[in-house]
């Protein structure tokens, strides 16, 4: 019916290849066919979802000052225009 894939692959060699891109195209086509699926899936975003993942867009000429914010352990910045 069903054949199960077995890769020979370690399993560092593995998530290697899931976090690695240069090394997971230096593979071959035989061993690319054999790694297991990424367990977080495929995760497509059209373009209105990166635009919002993004964050604020400035545009260009902003001066943007970025310093830690010691008091409150986070991140401020200023935005001149």
């Not at 290849?17 to 086509?29: A, F, G, N, V």
Request: overall charge negative; proline content about 5%; aromatic content about 8%.
């Amino acid at each position: 019916m069903f054949e199960k894939k077995v890769s020979t692959m370690s399993t560092p060699d593995v998530i290697r290849s899931w976090k690695d891109e240069e090394y997971r195209l230096s593979l071959s086509h035989e061993q690319r066919a054999m790694l297991p699926a990424h367990p977080a899936g495929v995760i497509e975003l059209v373009d209105e979802e990166l635009d919002a993942a993004g964050g604020t867009i400035v545009p260009l000429g902003t001066f943007i000052f970025c310093n830690t914010v010691f008091s409150g352990g986070g991140l401020g910045c200023l935005f001149l225009a």
